[in-house]
């Protein structure tokens, strides 16, 4: 199966964008990659798809907004930071996709929402409804109340909690490489795309997993573990790169590279 035949089967999809893909390199918000994605999920939509985005950035919204906290490394600064920045993050989506004449409704989570059954039917229905109304789900980690027994930690588990309950037909996560390599494409020249995943305990005996190896903020192996989650439950995932143009487009006309993770 290609990366578009992934797309075109699926109706319910999961889109985990992360901080990488939503900063310049200044570290500032990417509001003009917020725009064009926005643009490229209502062409989606346009077509009958259902979308649910899992968006990360609420620290780097919050250094655009208060530059001077930026080297602020205490955890109570971090989580004020992100309190502040989750504000901004969602202003420029909701503009975003205002543009587009769609809506966009907040759901901050923690682990405790997803091994709590009341909290997680809660969640389930609250999906259910926006979209059926419209209305895109922009999601994130409460990083603003977490630690550590309630943190999941990164946006990669969270956006396959996500797939799962929702009982999506695909998880697409855009990070700022092209898929999964055998090795790190940074150091090693001669790295191999692998375009498709089979079996994820053959996948980790293939490749190199370790700090030097750690893409983005979550790392490949977070990027692993959401793909062990999601294909356990029949929901195929597209690890592919945020970063590039039309990156969204691209995928539903097979012209972006990508790993795709087959359903078991």
């Known amino acids: 199966m290609k990366l578009n035949e992934a797309i ?35 062409n989606l939509i346009k077509q009958g798809k259902q979308i649910v985005l899992v968006s990360s950035g609420a620290q ?4 655009s907004t208060t530059k001077e906290w930026a080297r602020k490394k205490d955890v109570h600064y971090r ?5 502040i920045g989750q504000v901004e993050l969602m202003h420029q989506w909701r503009k975003a996709f205002a543009m587009e004449n769609l809506h966009i409704g907040q759901l901050l989570l923690t682990k405790d929402d997803f091994e709590n059954e009341h909290r997680s039917l809660n969640i389930r229905n609250t999906l259910f409804t926006l979209v059926d109304e419209g209305v895109v789900p922009i999601i994130n980690e409460n990083d603003s109340v977490s630690f550590d027994e309630i943190k999941i930690g990164d946006n990669d588990n969270l956006s396959a909690l996500t797939a799962i309950l929702w009982s999506a037909d695909l998880l697409i996560l855009f990070t700022d490489e092209n898929g999964i390599y055998t090795d790190n494409p940074k150091t090693n020249k001669d790295a191999q795309l692998i375009e498709v995943v089979n079996s994820i305990p053959e996948l980790r005996n293939t490749i190199k997993i370790g700090e030097t190896n750690a893409f983005g903020t979550g790392g490949i192996e977070t990027k692993i573990q959401a793909a062990e989650k999601t294909t356990v439950y029949g929901i195929p995932m597209i690890l592919a790169n945020g970063g590039v143009e039309n990156s969204l487009e691209d995928l539903t006309k097979d012209n972006a590279k990508g790993t795709l993770f087959l359903a078991e």
């Open 8 to 42: 075109q089967k699926s109706r319910k999809i999961v889109i985990k964008i992360g901080s990488n893909t939503l900063a310049k390199t200044d570290g500032t918000q990417n509001t003009e990659f917020m725009q064009s994605f926005a643009r490229q999920c209502s």
């Open 60 to 63: 780097v919204a919050g250094v």
């Open 79 to 83: 989580q004020a930071l992100c309190s």
